[in-house]
């Protein structure tokens, strides 16, 4: 079975979060596992950082940290994620050398030509949805997906308030992944491990 679920944590890493873990990356439908804390300081997110790597090293998946390549490297994380406010392409790259560099591109045809000119490792497209991660992220037209399948073969990366009944659309686009995180860990009727079943 083809892995395409490009899954990030929930804000807060509580107790139990690394049992779901495990539960969640067994399923075998998880490429990409992305660590996303904004408000812990950089002793703590390295902390749990090397935590998680020792799970998704078992299951074979990708550790990617959010924002931070000079965490990434000393952890020894599969790569890193630069949105447009963080770190750039070309610092991140300077730190992590051939490691994954993935950019946010939001849907600016501007900033996925700059990607492909870059060479990127993922390009990451959306909000498609509403998110409960970001309520306020725009929303982004799926024929972008479409448009930027056409120009490149770079990794698409779609993004934004995916669940299990919209995900299929993205792919049938041409998107490679599909990154999931509110549906997973907020998930109000379903616990983690039978809310990524839902994905076929």
């Known amino acids: ?82 949105g447009q406010s963080d770190a750039s392409f070309s610092s991140a790259k300077k730190i992590l050398k051939k ?31 509403k998110s409960k991660l970001k309520p306020d992220a725009k929303k982004t037209s799926l024929k972008i997906i479409k448009q930027t399948r056409k120009k490149t073969r770079i990794p698409i990366v779609a993004i934004g308030g995916i669940n299990d009944k919209n995900y299929k659309k993205l792919i049938h686009l041409g998107a490679n992944y599909i990154a999931i995180s509110s549906f997973i860990w907020n998930n109000p009727s379903l616990k983690p491990e039978t809310a990524i079943k839902k994905f076929k």
């Open 1 to 82: 079975m083809k892995r395409f679920i490009y899954l990030i944590s929930p804000n807060k890493i509580e107790n139990n979060f690394y049992s779901d873990l495990k539960k969640v990356l067994k399923v075998k439908k998880i490429v990409f596992f992305q660590l996303r804390l904004k408000k812990f300081s950089l002793n703590k997110t390295i902390e749990i950082g090397k935590k998680i790597k020792t799970i998704t090293d078992k299951f074979k998946v990708k550790l990617i940290i959010n924002d931070k390549p000079s965490i990434a490297k000393k952890i020894g994380a599969a790569g890193c994620h630069v």
């Open 99 to 129: 490691k994954i560099v993935g950019v946010t591109c939001h849907g600016s045809n501007k900033l996925i030509n700059r990607a492909i000119k870059n060479k990127v490792d993922y390009i990451a497209i959306g909000s498609f949805f």
